[in-house]
């Protein structure tokens, strides 16, 4: 009996020192952390496949759960930089398509329209998640994500935003009530408008309107991306579709860029801005659907047709 429990004791030491052993030789490709990273591409893959396919609905549906994954890691505290830094690819590009593919469900499944709204907000509040993250980031764990990684995302917001006012505009007309007043819709445009600026900052690009040289500008992101970190080069690679890092500047301009002057540009115009400006003026929703009202519907519509894509 003694002997047996001897034997016991033995194979328990046995057992504590040998699984610590065991634990540190696990492939890397094992890991909990490479996995999450191997279900997140495959997920954005099925993504991109229903996108591609016009299947919107199943593409935003698969791109809220990747955003959702990838910032549970970035926001979790005890996460490493590197993991961080793996998820943080996903998270942008998803935030991103869900900017765009908003607009086209809405557009093409006659939603209702307190759906919309909410639609372009919870879009909204996703970007805003995303950059309150790296905000975060930065200030409290000192992980500097780069604004060339991300700056489409002013973009994809920019769009949103247009859209919603256009909404929000639109609406006022078909409730035959002021759902929300004209001058703050515009607002909304306004505010657009300001996230489009922004994007050009960042690339160097102080007045988009006057700047001949924007274009080239733009173009030569891709000879900085080939030498750029992975986790950058493969953000921008699922944002837009292209995995050939040559061509990146020129898909970068193409898709968001040239549309993006083209708003501002109308956007700067004296008829515009004066169309823009009579939302303050109106008192009945009469006046509104009426004469007075047509010139802010056009203006709107003008807008949304040179922000509007399905490039890519």
Request: aromatic share 10%; net charge positive.
């Amino acid at each position: 009996m003694r002997m047996n429990k001897a034997f016991q004791l033995v194979i328990m030491l046995f057992l504590l020192t040998a699984i610590p052993s065991f634990a540190a030789t696990v492939p890397e490709s094992e890991k909990p952390q490479t996995n999450i990273v191997q279900k997140l591409n495959v997920r954005y893959q099925k993504g991109r496949s229903r996108e591609q396919l016009s299947a919107y609905m199943g593409a935003a549906a698969a791109y809220k759960d990747i955003l959702k994954q990838s910032l549970l890691i970035i926001n979790n505290g005890q996460k490493s930089s590197e993991d961080i830094l793996s998820v943080m690819p996903f998270a942008i590009s998803s935030g991103y398509r869900l900017g765009l593919i908003t607009q086209w469900i809405n557009a093409e499944n006659a939603e209702k329209l307190y759906e919309q709204l909410q639609s372009y907000k919870d879009a909204q509040d996703d970007i805003e998640k995303i950059l309150t993250s790296i905000a975060n980031l930065e200030i409290d764990r000192g992980i500097n994500i780069p604004n060339r990684q991300y700056n489409h995302l002013y973009y994809a917001r920019a769009y949103i935003r247009l859209s919603w006012a256009s909404a929000l505009i639109n609406g006022n007309a078909w409730k035959r009530y002021f759902i929300y007043m004209p001058a703050d819709a515009v607002l909304m445009i306004n505010a657009s408008m300001q996230d489009l600026k922004k994007m050009f900052a960042n690339y160097s690009v102080t007045d988009p309107i006057k700047d001949n040289d924007a274009d080239r500008k733009v173009e030569q992101f891709s000879a900085w991306l080939r030498t750029a970190p992975r986790e950058e080069q493969l953000t921008l690679k699922l944002s837009f579709f292209n995995p050939q890092l040559e061509t990146m500047g020129e898909s970068i301009r193409k898709n968001v860029t040239s549309k993006a002057r083209e708003v501002l540009v109308l956007y700067s115009s004296p008829q515009l801005q004066n169309s823009l400006a009579t939302a303050k003026d109106f008192r009945s929703i009469d006046e509104y659907t009426g004469d007075a009202g047509k010139p802010l519907f056009y203006a709107v519509a003008e807008l949304q047709k040179a922000i509007g894509q399905r490039s890519f």
